[in-house]
C-alpha cells in the first residue's frame, strides 16, 4: 500500500473511533430521545417507556463499541503498516 492510502485509512479509522466515541458517551441522551419520539407516536404507558430507553441505551452503546473497536484497530493497522512502508 502507498502512504497516500494508508493516510486515508488512518482518517477513515479515526472518524469510526470519534463516531463510536460519541455513541458511547451520548447513549443515555440519544436512547431518551428515540424513547419519548417512540412514546409521543405511540402514546404507550410509562412503564414500556423505561424499557424502551433501556433497550435504546444498550443499543447506542453496543454500536458505539462496535464503531470503536474497529476504528481503534484500523488506525493502528494503518499505523503499523506505514511504519513498514518505503514509499
Do not use: C, Q
Not at 8 to 31: A, D, E, K, R, V
Not at 42 to 59: F, G, L, Q, R
Amino acid at each position: 500500500m502507498r502512504k497516500d492510502n494508508l493516510k486515508w485509512l488512518m482518517m477513515l479509522g479515526s472518524l469510526l473511533g470519534i463516531i463510536g466515541l460519541i455513541f458511547i458517551f451520548f447513549s443515555n441522551n440519544l436512547g431518551a430521545s428515540l424513547a419519548e419520539g417512540w412514546l409521543a407516536k405511540y402514546d404507550y404507558a410509562p412503564s414500556d417507556y423505561e424499557s424502551k430507553v433501556k433497550t435504546n441505551t444498550n443499543i447506542f452503546l453496543v454500536t458505539g463499541s462496535i464503531l470503536f473497536g474497529i476504528g481503534l484497530s484500523t488506525v493502528v493497522f494503518a499505523f503499523y503498516k506505514m511504519l513498514n512502508t518505503k514509499k
